[in-house]
């Protein structure tokens, strides 16, 4: 009888040891589990993060875009102008220089 109660006893201590192991071993899944979710919200994070900064990679492109065609009509625009200036000029002196509306009429 002492001697079951000494295994008994023993068991009861294996078990007890055993818990605790198990207990440890849950708190370390526990830490690994915390650690691969703050993982993944920081890779959902950054995924956020690379999306919308080629976002705006694009809103820039469409912006830079946008002012090289302006940039090109302003020019056009000007090149007309200046066109438009030099037979201006020509048609001003081929006209007789500084003689002004009315002044040729003999009046």
Excluded: F, P, T
Aim: net charge negative.
């Amino acid at each position: 009888v002492a001697q079951l109660e000494r295994l008994r006893a023993d068991d009861n201590q294996l078990i007890d040891e055993l818990q605790e192991l198990l207990g440890e071993q849950v708190a370390v899944v526990h830490e690994h589990a915390s650690d691969d979710e703050r993982l993944a919200a920081a890779e959902r994070r950054h995924a956020k993060q690379l999306h919308q900064m080629r976002r705006l990679c694009e809103i820039a492109q469409q912006r830079e875009r946008e002012v090289r065609d302006e940039a090109a009509a302003l020019r056009e625009q000007l090149e007309h102008y200046s066109e438009w200036l030099v037979y201006a000029g020509e048609a001003h002196v081929a006209g007789g220089g500084g003689a002004g509306v009315g002044d040729d009429d003999g009046a």
